[in-house]
């Protein structure tokens, strides 16, 4: 269960930018998670109420952003929405293609207090 | 607290962050400056878009600036646990003894069985043991090369933790990703776990002379493979027997720098 890892991962950047701006804790904070980013609903949010014990991210509000999995095919430039990974080009049937969207893993934003 | 399942449990690799939030001194606030109810609280908004795994990411570039610097083709295996990929290594590291120069760190959330089996080649080897962590990443990386010290355009193989799912999502700094899967496991694996399939560079099929008692497809979870990546390389052998063996080691070979050109 990485999801553990990436909530740590969290942590110690909302701690790096309380110390850096003086601040006591986190208010809220802006997740991005795509749809194909390897990263469970259940898990994160177990290990979310694990991790943030005790940090300043206890008593953050959480807002995940979810975004849908898009790629293109590599073969006839076609761009479609994808729910995993091996979907092929619903135009050509090729499995080559690059996706577009869907892998982010991102603190888009934080506000402190 | 253990990358896991939150536990406190104490072990050797603890990814722990317990800043406590220091209650602020009313007394020594009240003697310079009284808080009235008219003032709002400070509240700062930082728009960060920063990935989540920067740190991870950063280091990772850092080993593979490392490796590139002295020519070291660092390798990331990763699989189910009891894929071969122990016996794959041994047999390696002991076919090509004289031909190239390896090291290894290897990963297990305990024992150091493993390591003790790669030490009898001869091969320096750092065991890191997770504890109850699922997955290696780029700090450890960092710190275990620190400690075998690689040689100038030798091999560097991280044995991961047998997981074909936690793993896929940490950069090491390797060069290539290698992937195994044995006939003894779903031909299915490509699609059940496609994250690893996707983000690895050569495939290994694993214990091929077993095939005649198994229902293992080779093509079909070949098929499935390239559905999910296009440009993995495949190559099937027989740790124990050594079929494949040849291709498997002319595939390092090829992807390690000439030493005697080098001299």
């Given at each position: ?31 991005v998670i795509g749809?194909l980013a ?27 952003i979810r975004m ?33 969207q869907g892998k982010e893993l991102q603190?888009k ?5 | ?50 990935d ?212």
């Amino acid at each position: 269960m990485h999801e553990l890892s990436i909530v740590m991962s969290i942590v110690d950047t909302a701690t790096e930018k309380v110390q850096e701006h003086h601040a006591t804790s986190v208010e809220s904070i802006d997740l991005v998670i795509g749809a194909l980013a390897g990263v469970d609903d259940h898990a994160l949010e177990f290990s979310w109420e694990a991790g943030v014990r005790d940090t300043v991210l206890q008593h953050a509000r959480r807002n995940i952003i979810r975004m849908p999995g898009k790629a293109k095919c590599s073969n006839c430039d076609a761009e479609f929405e994808i729910k995993e990974i091996f979907d092929p080009c619903p135009a050509c049937g090729d499995h080559l293609i690059q996706v577009i969207q869907g892998k982010e893993l991102q603190i888009k934003s934080i506000t402190l207090n | 607290m253990c990358a896991t399942c939150g536990c406190d449990h104490e072990s050797s690799v603890l990814i722990r962050k317990v800043e406590s939030i220091k209650p602020v001194d009313l007394q020594g606030l009240q003697l310079t400056k009284l808080p009235t109810a008219a003032e709002p609280p400070r509240r700062i908004q930082l728009d960060l878009e920063q990935d989540i795994l920067l740190k991870n990411n950063l280091k990772a570039e850092r080993n593979r600036g490392y490796f590139m610097a002295k020519d070291i083709l660092a390798l990331n295996l990763v699989s189910s646990p009891g894929s071969g990929k122990t016996s794959l290594l041994e047999r390696t590291l002991s076919d090509l003894k004289g031909e190239l120069t390896f090291s290894v760190v290897e990963g297990d959330q305990q024992t150091t069985n493993d390591a003790d089996r790669i030490a009898a080649t001869g091969a320096p080897v750092v065991q890191i043991n997770t504890g109850k962590g699922c997955h290696l990443d780029a700090d450890m990386i960092e710190d275990a090369v620190q400690k075998i010290r690689p040689e100038n355009n030798s091999v560097v193989i991280i044995e991961n933790i047998g997981n074909l799912v936690c793993p896929a999502m940490f950069d090491l700094g390797e060069q290539s990703r290698v992937v195994i899967i044995s006939v003894t496991e779903g031909d299915d694996k490509p699609l059940k776990y496609p994250d690893m399939f996707q983000s690895s560079d050569l495939c290994i099929i694993n214990k091929i002379d077993l095939l005649p008692y198994v229902n293992f497809d080779c093509e079909k979870a070949k098929t499935y493979a390239r559905q999910v990546n296009p440009k993995l390389e495949f190559i099937e052998l027989s740790a124990t027997r050594g079929q494949g063996l040849e291709q498997w080691y002319h595939w390092l070979k090829s992807r390690v720098h000439e030493p005697a050109l080098l001299k």
